[in-house]
């Protein structure tokens, strides 16, 4: 097998400020778009891809393929040709939440992943990878969230820890409805059974950000029924790495699909994602 490019704690302190410097050139574009008008590649019921995603993502991949040039790229906007089978792939949402950012809402950001194919024991993810690196920049309020497997989650260098609130009527838990019908006709009980148990309920509409919020103790918990593995490869590590509990599992309902309930470890008996 050939050697994996990323194997020690210097190359992942390297593929760090590599991801960190990809996210603060897109960051600087969504700012400068941010009340522009948006032109859009597609649109669906529940979701916009943008011309500015791709763009994007092609920033992101000039710059971190500039440094290290033989790992792979699975991205929203399209992925390599051996993304599912390299020993080291990046996992990037160039803009994740695009509806609130094509409706002009500062609530958006951008995640970037580095996963390792696993060489033994579990894998975080049935295709057999683990996320070793994570990023999550939000250039609207100039947060970065960062982990590197094993050690503190950071948010702009300085360690971050999940709340510790055990009793879901003291919390704050955000719900998505993902990208399609069924979810949401699925989701719509539970939102109403929820929000009868905690103090408030939160939609915001970028998932990874949801993410680096529980990790960051703003949220105590964050649930979804069907989301992507771009959207949630960088917080789920960021998340562990913050004491929280990640747990996802495929849906069954398409490649890299997954449902998930992220907590702060203390909750997860007491949440559940929807049928």
């Given at each position: 097998m050939k050697k994996p490019e990323l194997h020690n704690?210097?190359?992942?302190?390297r593929a760090e400020r590599s991801a960190m410097e990809a996210a603060r050139s897109v960051g600087l574009l969504m700012k400068r778009h941010l009340m522009d008008d948006k032109l859009a590649n597609e649109t669906s019921r529940y979701d916009i891809k943008?011309?500015?995603?791709?763009?994007?993502q092609k920033l992101i991949q000039r710059t971190l393929k500039s440094a290290f040039p033989n790992v792979s790229f699975l991205g929203?906007?399209?992925?390599?040709?051996?993304?599912?089978?390299?020993?080291?792939r990046w996992v990037v949402d160039p803009i994740d939440g695009t509806v609130n950012f094509a409706y002009t809402i500062p609530h958006a950001c951008v995640s970037i992943a580095l996963q390792a194919k696993a060489v033994s024991g579990k894998a975080d993810y049935?295709?057999?990878?683990?996320?070793?690196v994570g990023i999550i920049y939000d250039p609207f309020c100039e947060e970065m969230f960062s982990a590197i497997r094993?050690?503190?989650?950071?948010m702009n260098g300085k360690p971050i820890r999940v709340s510790t609130r055990t009793k879901l009527e003291d919390c704050i838990v955000s719900i998505?409805?993902?990208?399609?019908?069924?979810?949401?006709?699925?989701t719509l009980p539970y939102f109403g059974e929820l929000a009868r148990r905690v103090r408030k309920i939160r939609m915001m509409g970028a998932a990874a950000l949801?993410?680096?919020?529980v990790a960051s103790g703003r949220f105590d918990a964050y649930i979804e029924r069907g989301i992507s593995l771009w959207d949630v490869a960088a917080g789920g590590l960021i998340l562990e790495c913050a004491g929280g509990e990640y747990f996802h599992e495929p849906t069954g309902r398409g490649e890299h699909q997954y449902r998930?309930?992220?907590?702060?470890?203390?909750?997860?008996?007491?949440?559940r994602v929807p049928a």
């Amino acid at each position: 097998m050939k050697k994996p490019e990323l194997h020690n704690m210097a190359d992942l302190k390297r593929a760090e400020r590599s991801a960190m410097e990809a996210a603060r050139s897109v960051g600087l574009l969504m700012k400068r778009h941010l009340m522009d008008d948006k032109l859009a590649n597609e649109t669906s019921r529940y979701d916009i891809k943008l011309e500015l995603d791709v763009r994007c993502q092609k920033l992101i991949q000039r710059t971190l393929k500039s440094a290290f040039p033989n790992v792979s790229f699975l991205g929203e906007e399209g992925s390599s040709t051996h993304a599912l089978t390299a020993d080291d792939r990046w996992v990037v949402d160039p803009i994740d939440g695009t509806v609130n950012f094509a409706y002009t809402i500062p609530h958006a950001c951008v995640s970037i992943a580095l996963q390792a194919k696993a060489v033994s024991g579990k894998a975080d993810y049935p295709d057999g990878y683990n996320t070793v690196v994570g990023i999550i920049y939000d250039p609207f309020c100039e947060e970065m969230f960062s982990a590197i497997r094993g050690q503190p989650a950071k948010m702009n260098g300085k360690p971050i820890r999940v709340s510790t609130r055990t009793k879901l009527e003291d919390c704050i838990v955000s719900i998505g409805f993902a990208k399609s019908k069924e979810s949401l006709e699925a989701t719509l009980p539970y939102f109403g059974e929820l929000a009868r148990r905690v103090r408030k309920i939160r939609m915001m509409g970028a998932a990874a950000l949801g993410l680096a919020y529980v990790a960051s103790g703003r949220f105590d918990a964050y649930i979804e029924r069907g989301i992507s593995l771009w959207d949630v490869a960088a917080g789920g590590l960021i998340l562990e790495c913050a004491g929280g509990e990640y747990f996802h599992e495929p849906t069954g309902r398409g490649e890299h699909q997954y449902r998930m309930v992220a907590n702060n470890g203390l909750l997860r008996k007491t949440l559940r994602v929807p049928a």
